[in-house]
Nanobody, 124 residues
């Protein structure tokens, strides 16, 4: 059974940091583009960051540029999202996903495996 399992979420004060992890099992995703998305209550799921198979190419939504960093360790079949200088508007459930595309994509429908999500809450 293929699974993506996120961890590392929690409650943090504004200005703080969290590191999310997404561990894959059941198959390797070392050749896949991976991404992070988030969904706040009452809002659509939003693209956050994506990374290519080697980690050499990344893309971010403008609101997190300079604060968040996506990375991957293919040997561990794991993707990370380092989140610094967190703001209350970053509060959401964060999901990792594996894309069926070989190029970076921000479109949710182009991701075919999803984790269950991890809650991130940033207090002011």
């Amino acid at each position: 059974q293929v699974q993506l399992v996120e961890s590392g979420g929690g409650l943090v004060q504004a200005g703080g940091s969290l590191r999310l992890s997404c561990a894959a099992s059941g198959r390797t995703f070392s050749g896949n583009v991976m991404g992070w998305f988030r969904q706040a209550p009452g809002k659509e799921r939003e693209f956050v960051a994506t990374i290519n198979w080697s980690g050499g190419s990344t893309r971010y939504v403008d609101s997190v540029k300079g604060r968040f960093t996506i990375s991957r360790d293919n040997a561990k079949n794991t993707v990370y999202l380092q989140m610094n200088s967190l703001k209350p508007e970053d509060t959401a459930v964060y999901f990792c996903a594996a894309s069926r595309r070989m190029v970076l994509t921000t479109i949710p429908s182009e991701y075919f495996y999803w984790g269950q999500g991890t809650q991130v809450t940033v207090s002011s």
